[in-house]
């Protein structure tokens, strides 16, 4: 399982009501539905996801999130998720808005631009950085709107978005690093939020 | 002519008459002391009875929904792209059952089938049907199978508001509820078109007051233009362009000739009609389109289809078509929204097609797939 996902179970109450948003294959719901048994429903836009989360047996119902939530209700979950899909919104912002209008709390998970290699490929090369985590070209990416920890901060800050958890990923070795410098050296944050 | 039938087909069918003799009750307060209801089934009921299905027909669909009827059968039933072996409602799992429901005019007790009281063709004095009603003989129908409870209740159409209605009056006996290019009621536009199609069909000089059978007629020109219209709004503007586009079936427009010009859609409209009109029952279609028209699935539940969907024990796959104006994508996307606000457990997915309403009906390959994989993930207990 991917790190971001590991860490994320433990926010979830069991057999609390959870709605994914961007669940893409349905890894993470079908491991919570199986471990926490929460009731959870995914949105999805990608038919060959929505393929493998119907053979999960899960609850996958095709929306796109840039239209919005205005298909639920206030309060109506306990936790929207939304797994590395914040940087694929056209409204980002306004998606975190309905995400904190829906469920009582969010999750969000997304890649740090801010990572010291992104810099740095971007400083030496003078070219949008690609790699293994990001590997797609600056033209064809789904992944239309970066940031980085610092500007997520800066926009809970802004809408006043209460940040229960935060924390910061990696693969292994840079563990001592991440603690110092998140925004430079984590890869991929993960922040608990509530309004 | 063929000398055996695609591998993926059920091959030869043939139907079987079921006579029930217990009162039934209508929702309009009318009783109907017998019936006949006429059936097809496919596939093989297994040992605990668990692998059932029910296909609900809609407007103007009937028990033949899959295979061939004879060697000689140019096309098969009206479902036979969804239901086959190894097709998305797999025969080797599934014990399916299709049937024409009553007032149906394929063999069930219907408008034309002879009024015991009076010895004539019931016409126009069958009692109006409501979608209930048909749940209701399919339930009578379930018990004279033996199949207590449903692996699922499928329907397109007319036919997802039987399988919607089936989850609510019997949440016992619906494990799973596949609905189809649905709505949880009419729109006054949908209604509006099913009103033209009456009309037209009661303007016809032959629908005798719907007595038609005992004159020895038939309004066969009403019947026709009800079908031309009904057949505009199941396709899409895109569909209709990409067919016929604006070519000509005979005459020309060159300066000086005063020739009549006809175009092909106009042919293969007045084709389609004429041809239904020799198949169908004007007092069914009359039944059938009101049937449609007076379905709420919310009206007893405070007309809150959450509340209504609190009473269901099914799993749902909710399924439309992007360019379905008819039955469009907004109207699903209601019945999946009441599921989640009622907690239930349900797939939505919209499907991309250029062929509108009547996209539920044709082969294509994300629909199938869709179909095929919530299908094969149903449970019949079995390895």
Redesign the interface.
């Known amino acids: 399982m991917r790190l971001d996902l590991n860490e994320i179970q433990h926010w979830i109450a069991r057999g609390s009501r959870v709605l994914d948003l961007g669940c893409g294959d349905g890894t993470l719901l079908k491991y919570l539905v199986d471990t926490k048994q929460v009731e959870g429903y995914g949105l999805e836009i990608d038919p060959e996801q929505i393929n493998r989360c119907i053979d999960k047996g899960l609850n996958v119902i095709e929306q796109n999130l840039d239209r919005g939530l205005g298909n639920f209700a206030d309060n109506s979950f306990d936790t929207v998720l939304m797994t590395q899909a914040l940087q694929t919104l056209h409204y980002p912002h306004l998606v975190l808005d309905e995400m904190l209008r829906v469920g009582k709390e969010c999750i969000v998970t997304f890649p740090n631009f801010g990572h010291w290699k992104a810099r740095w490929y971007l400083a030496t090369r003078g070219r949008m950085p690609v790699s293994d985590l990001l590997p797609y070209q600056w033209y064809d990416t789904p992944n239309i709107h970066f940031c980085t920890f610092k500007d997520f901060e800066v926009l809970c800050r802004e809408k006043n978005i209460k940040v229960i958890h935060r924390q910061v990923v990696n693969e292994a070795s840079l563990k001592l690093l991440k603690d110092l410098a998140p925004n430079l050296f984590g890869e991929t944050a993960i922040y608990h939020l509530s309004k | 002519m063929p000398d055996t039938f695609p591998a993926d087909s059920v091959g030869l069918v043939s139907p079987q008459t079921l006579s029930f003799s217990e009162p039934l009750l209508l929702s309009c307060g009318k009783t109907l002391d017998q019936y006949q209801l006429v059936v097809e089934t496919y596939g093989r009921l297994n040992a605990s009875k668990s692998n059932a299905v029910l296909i609900c027909h809609a407007l103007s669909g009937h028990h033949h929904a899959a295979g061939y009827h004879s060697l000689d059968d140019r096309r098969p039933g009206w479902w036979d792209a969804y239901i086959g072996p190894g097709k998305p409602i797999d025969t080797n799992k599934f014990f399916v059952v299709a049937l024409n429901n009553l007032g149906g005019c394929h063999g069930s007790t219907g408008p034309t089938s002879i009024n015991p009281a009076t010895g004539k063709p019931w016409g126009p004095d069958f009692p109006r049907l409501r979608v209930r009603d048909w749940v209701e003989s399919q339930a009578r129908l379930a018990d004279r199978l033996g199949i207590d409870s449903w692996a699922a209740v499928i329907g397109g159409s007319l036919g997802g508001m039987q399988a919607m209605r089936w989850a609510l009056e019997y949440p016992e006996r619906v494990r799973h509820c596949v609905v189809i290019a649905s709505s949880l009621k009419l729109t006054a536009q949908n209604i509006a078109f099913n009103e033209t199609a009456r009309q037209a069909i009661m303007s016809d000089p032959n629908f005798c007051e719907g007595r038609y059978l005992e004159q020895g007629t038939v309004p066969r020109s009403g019947l026709a233009v009800a079908r031309m219209i009904g057949h505009i709004t199941y396709l899409s503007d895109h569909a209709m362009g990409e067919k016929f586009g604006r070519e000509l079936r005979r005459g020309s427009f060159t300066q000086g000739l005063d020739e009549l010009v006809e175009f092909q859609i106009q042919s293969y409209l007045r084709h389609q009609g004429d041809s239904f009109a020799n198949s169908f029952d004007a007092n069914t279609y009359i039944l059938m389109t009101r049937a449609l028209d007076y379905f709420d699935l919310a009206r007893e539940y405070d007309d809150d289809p959450v509340l209504a969907f609190r009473h269901a024990k099914a799993r749902f796959l909710v399924v439309s078509f992007t360019t379905d104006w008819r039955f469009s994508p907004e109207r699903s ?1 209601e019945i ?2 009441a599921l ?2 009622a ?1 239930k ?6 499907i991309e097609s250029n062929y509108g309403h009547d996209a539920f009906l044709l082969p294509h390959a ?1 629909y199938q ?2 179909f095929g ?2 299908m ?2 149903i449970d019949t207990g079995e390895v």
């Open positions: 996307r999946v929204n989640t606000g907690n457990s349900v797939v939505y997915a919209d994300r797939q869709v994989r919530y094969a993930s």
